[in-house]
């Protein structure tokens, strides 16, 4: 059974930091590029982040770089994104993606909130 698992959303004010986590199992997890996404209330889920499977390599939304920092661990099955600086605007539900192909698995998303 696949599940993707988010984890370490919040609450933090303005300027903070918060590291998501995402727990993946089910499938092979060092095969697949993980992403992670964002939906904030009334507007389109957006890439944050990407990590794939080869180097790895990374990309980041613009609106984030330099602040956000994807990484992964292919012996625990986790992806994370470490989030500095946070603003208000990054207030939003966080997803963790999995894909492969045509393959495409989704966690549950976790609430991360910026505000004073």
């Known amino acids: 059974q696949v599940q993707l698992v988010e984890s370490g959303g919040g609450l933090v004010q303005p300027g903070g930091s918060l590291r998501l986590s995402c727990a993946a199992s089910?499938?092979?997890?060092?095969?697949?590029?993980m992403t992670w996404y964002r939906q904030a209330p009334g507007k389109e889920r957006e890439l944050v982040a990407t990590?794939?499977?080869?180097?790895?390599?990374?990309n980041y939304a613009d609106s984030v770089k330099g602040r956000f920092t994807i990484s992964r661990d292919n012996a625990k099955n986790m992806v994370y994104l470490q989030m500095n600086s946070l603003k208000p605007d990054d207030t939003a539900v966080y997803y963790c993606?999995?894909?492969?192909?045509?393959?495409?698995?989704w966690g549950q998303g976790t609430q991360v909130t910026v505000s004073s």
């Open positions: 993606n999995a894909r492969r192909y045509n393959v495409d698995y």
């Open positions: 089910g499938f092979t997890f060092s095969i697949y590029t």
């Open positions: 990590i794939t499977v080869s180097f790895p390599s990374t």
